[in-house]
T-cell receptor, first 116, second 115 residues
Framework: DQQVKQNSPSLSVQEGRISILNCDYT??????FLWYKKYPAEGPTFLIS?????DKNEDGRFTVFLNKSAKHLSLHIVPSQPGDSAVYFC???????????????FGKGTLLTVNP | DAGVIQSPRHEVTEMGQEVTLRCKPI?????LFWYRQTMMRGLELLIY????????DSGMPEDRFSAKMPNASFSTLKIQPSEPRDSAVYFC?????????????FGPGTRLTVL
């Protein structure tokens, strides 16, 4: 039972355009959401996060939007660059519940390709 | 500033053999996580430690898998005996517990192939 879902395995975008990566979740007890980026032969690296008490967080070209009622979040990259080509993972953290406080649940990832 | 270090980077072994993966977390971090990445299941948490103590091993697939953290700077993930379906990329990650959010820093991974 996947609690964090990234339904698009891949996305292709032209350089300079907007990339929108989507993520859905089922557990309303998640209180923090993170996006990680992964290049081939490397480990995932943290990109941007958002608390469940917010609906938007922006960092340069990257913006994450959270819609709690729909249990949906999205990552917008504007403008997209060829160097953004990577696998993007959505992850979620449960509210402080003893030992589970530090556990992240990841989606399966979306491969973004930005074409020059 | 060294990140999370994993060894070996690649491991090819035959079914039935014992495999040991190693991880050195970032100095000062007190939480350590082992993940497995496959095409079918994505990135799944196997086990994590807080202050060298295993907190949640519910993701460990079978008794063939075991993990230890004898001290704050070293952890192992062992598979004995290994099977072809264990072929995957295994990541170790560390973080500093106690922050409001959990930014985990990942190592480069170990690509395991079991023939």
């Amino acid at each position: 039972d996947q609690q964090v879902k990234q339904n698009s395995p891949s996305l292709s975008v032209q350089e300079g355009r907007i990339s929108i990566l989507n993520c859905d979740y089922t557990n309303s007890m998640f209180d923090y959401f993170l996006w990680y980026k992964k290049y081939p032969a490397e480990g995932p690296t943290f990109l941007i996060s958002i608390s469940s008490i917010k609906d938007k967080n922006e960092d340069g070209r990257f913006t994450v939007f959270l819609n709690k009622s729909a249990k949906h979040l999205s990552l917008h990259i504007v403008p997209s660059q060829p160097g953004d080509s990577a696998v993007y993972f959505c992850a979620a953290k449960l509210q402080n519940s003893g030992g589970s406080n530090y556990k992240l649940t990841f989606g399966k990832g979306t491969l973004l390709t930005v074409n020059p | 500033d060294a990140g999370v270090i994993q060894s070996p980077r690649h491991e090819v072994t035959e079914m039935g053999q014992e495999v040991t993966l190693r991880c050195k977390p970032i100095s000062g971090h007190n939480s350590l996580f082992w993940y497995r990445q496959t095409m079918m299941r994505g990135l799944e948490l196997l086990i994590y430690f807080n202050n060298n103590v295993p907190i949640d091993d519910s993701g460990m697939p079978e008794d063939r898998f075991s993990a230890k953290m004898p001290n704050a700077s070293f952890s192992t993930l062992k598979i004995q005996p290994s099977e072809p379906r264990d072929s995957a990329v295994y990541f170790c990650a560390s973080s500093l517990a106690g922050r409001s959010y959990n930014e985990q820093f990942f190592g480069p991974g170990t690509r395991l192939t079991v023939l």
